[in-house]
């Protein structure tokens, strides 16, 4: 019998490998991926992972053939590989229902902003900024699938601790934040973000990383509408029928 062929196609990478460490395979700025198959279907169906939110996870590291620790993704290409997925597995039309408006996006026209080389030193996920009312500099560093997941676990262990409290904002600062005024002790970062740090700071702190932090973007132009609206990711952005 002969041999099977399974098709796949290369990816580029918003980040373009910049703040990978060398020798990382992700410091290509490309990684390798399948297409989709039946059997990433049933990971897509199987209730247990939908229910513990990991279902996109597992089908991604399913996918992808490039020998990579799928921990040290930067969350913008992981996005861009979740975007690529769909299209390689689903095709590039998207549909789904937006307060009852329903619309399709072509996946295909979705622009990625690439990370611009200024402003990264010596290949590392370390930038620094000054915060514009305190005056403090601190540096700070673009969050990876592990930090998202660090940040889930603490969250619901404080959760549990007091279900009314919900520490978002300050515990994905916690991580974001890699030192201030030099100091780079873990809990010198607490303490400041807990009792330092100005409202109007840590907005602007926000922006900018919005600014530079290279990603896919993943809104659109509702017709007729001059604002940008979310596209909606979910389990049904690779099946509706999942």
Same mark, same amino acid.
């Given at each position: 019998?002969?041999?099977?062929?399974?098709?796949?196609? =290369?990816?580029?990478?918003?980040?373009?490998?910049?703040?990978?460490?060398?020798?990382?395979?992700?410091?290509?700025?490309?990684?390798?991926?399948?297409?989709?198959?039946? @059997?990433?279907?049933?990971?897509?169906?199987?209730?247990?992972?939908?229910?513990?939110?990991?279902?996109?996870?597992?089908?991604?590291?399913?996918?992808?053939?490039?020998?990579?620790? %799928?921990?040290?993704?930067?969350?913008?290409?992981?996005?861009? =590989?979740?975007?690529?997925?769909?299209?390689?597995?689903?095709?590039?039309?998207?549909?789904? &229902?937006?307060?009852?408006?329903?619309?399709?996006?072509?996946?295909?026209?979705? #622009?990625?902003?690439?990370?611009?080389?200024?402003?990264?030193?010596?290949?590392?996920?370390?930038?620094?900024?000054?915060?514009?009312?305190?005056?403090?500099?601190?540096?700070?560093?673009?969050?990876?699938?592990?930090?998202?997941?660090?940040?889930?676990? #603490?969250?619901?262990?404080?959760? @549990?601790?007091?279900? !009314?409290?919900?520490?978002?904002?300050?515990?994905?600062? @916690? %991580?974001?934040?890699?030192?201030?005024?030099?100091?780079?002790?873990? @809990?010198?970062?607490?303490?400041?973000?807990?009792?330092?740090?100005?409202?109007?700071?840590?907005?602007?702190?926000? #922006?900018?990383?919005?600014?530079?932090?290279? !990603? =896919?973007?993943?809104?659109?132009?509702?017709?007729?509408?001059?604002?940008?609206?979310?596209?909606? =990711?979910?389990? &049904?952005?690779?099946?509706?029928?999942?």
């Amino acid at each position: 019998m002969s041999e099977f062929k399974l098709p796949t196609e =290369v990816i580029e990478l918003p980040s373009k490998g910049l703040l990978y460490p060398e020798g990382s395979e992700l410091a290509k700025g490309t990684l390798e991926m399948k297409y989709m198959t039946a @059997k990433e279907e049933d990971i897509l169906t199987n209730q247990s992972y939908i229910q513990k939110g990991t279902v996109l996870d597992r089908l991604m590291k399913a996918l992808i053939i490039s020998k990579i620790s %799928y921990d040290d993704l930067l969350i913008g290409d992981k996005n861009a =590989v979740m975007v690529a997925a769909r299209i390689l597995g689903y095709g590039k039309d998207y549909s789904f &229902s937006i307060l009852g408006e329903d619309h399709t996006v072509d996946l295909s026209t979705l #622009e990625s902003k690439t990370l611009n080389d200024e402003l990264f030193k010596d290949g590392k996920n370390n930038f620094e900024f000054t915060l514009p009312h305190s005056g403090n500099k601190i540096t700070f560093k673009l969050l990876t699938h592990k930090d998202e997941q660090s940040i889930n676990r #603490e969250l619901e262990g404080l959760k @549990k601790i007091n279900k !009314d409290n919900s520490p978002e904002l300050t515990t994905r600062l @916690k %991580y974001l934040i890699t030192s201030v005024e030099g100091k780079t002790e873990i @809990k010198d970062i607490r303490e400041f973000i807990d009792n330092y740090l100005l409202a109007r700071d840590s907005r602007a702190l926000r #922006e900018y990383i919005k600014e530079i932090q290279p !990603d =896919v973007d993943l809104t659109f132009f509702p017709d007729g509408e001059s604002t940008r609206v979310n596209i909606p =990711v979910g389990v &049904s952005f690779f099946w509706p029928d999942a």
